[in-house]
């Protein structure tokens, strides 16, 4: 997965924490303690709605940071494809014992059940981000 702007990894490699702030032209939903956070992507070439599979994110002076799990369900708003990426890193970090079972088994249940909600497009919080960052703009 390429670097984004908005996350550091701080060194707790080879499963990486990743700090959260602001970047242009995403919002992000807010950690309540769930396996998950939500990112809205406005990029022009790819309008799309992420969402990183994660163990509970937790607080921070910054703001908070959490544990990836890997897997992505990722929503293209251009052609409404929803799909799971980061399989091979998944893969990766389950055959070198970089997750535990019970880890892996969340990431695989939160992936599958994140990425049928937005197939669905039905929970508030979906359109709720998407106002959220054209309000930034």
Known sequence: MAARSDRLTLGRSPRQWRTVGARPGAARGRPAGRPWVAWWVDDPADRRLEI?????????????????????????????????EDWDEYEQACRNGWMSADEAELAVSTAEDRAEALRRRDEPWQQRGWQLLSRQT
């Open 52 to 84: 990183d599979v994660c163990l509970p994110p937790e607080s921070t002076e910054a703001g908070w940071r959490y544990v990836d799990l890997e897997l992505d369900p990722v929503l293209h708003e251009r052609d409404s494809r929803v799909e799971i």
